[in-house]
């Protein structure tokens, strides 16, 4: 028993990667919760989004992280592969979500908004970070964890008037180089 306690002792916990600063998220790899609501209905889940230029790989999960659908994108496609292995494409995601999950994803949008950039007319809080912005018809609110003035968002909450709302709460963040970054 001894001999176990004193293997441990020079054990040291892996230290945390440092959230990256939002200047540097040109390209991105996020991991969160999401919630939304359209419709009277509640959709929500888990997601994992790899974003480098006109590329995205989205998975969304159930709560429980169960596969649901991964959604890949390029500048000239939105394709939906759902869990059973059925795929689906359209010109942009938001057009693909609503037709095959019943709800759109502003997935072009999210993307600015998850960096905290989008507007030049937003509300700013006491670190210079958006606070609040109007977009294309999309009210959205920000959260931060902490002080820092070049942190990205933590919590968005995005409204758009015809009943729909999305919760996103951003749990990890990473910054990809130019070669980890395609999708």
């Given at each position: ?22 200047e540097t998220l040109d390209a991105f790899s996020l991991a969160g919760r999401f919630s939304l609501r359209h419709e009277d ?143």
């Amino acid at each position: 028993s001894a001999f176990f306690l004193s293997g441990c002792a020079g054990l040291r916990p892996v230290p945390e990667a440092p959230t990256p600063s939002r200047e540097t998220l040109d390209a991105f790899s996020l991991a969160g919760r999401f919630s939304l609501r359209h419709e009277d209905k509640n959709y929500s889940g888990r997601l994992s989004w790899r974003h480098a230029g006109a590329s995205n790989e989205l998975l969304l999960a159930s709560p429980f992280g169960q596969g649901i659908a991964q959604i890949t994108t390029s500048a000239s496609e939105a394709r939906l592969t759902m869990s059973d292995g059925q795929e689906y494409s359209a010109e942009t995601a938001e057009t693909l979500t609503r037709q095959v999950l019943g709800y759109p994803l502003p997935l072009a949008q999210l993307t600015d908004w998850v960096r905290g950039r989008g507007a030049e007319a937003g509300s700013r809080d006491e670190q210079g970070r958006l606070s609040r912005l109007q977009h294309e018809g999309w009210s959205i609110d920000y959260g931060y964890d902490g002080d820092d003035p070049l942190a990205p968002p933590s919590r968005i909450f995005a409204e758009r008037t015809g009943g729909i709302e999305l919760r996103l709460r951003i749990d990890e963040w990473s910054s990809l180089s130019s070669g980890d970054g395609a999708p």
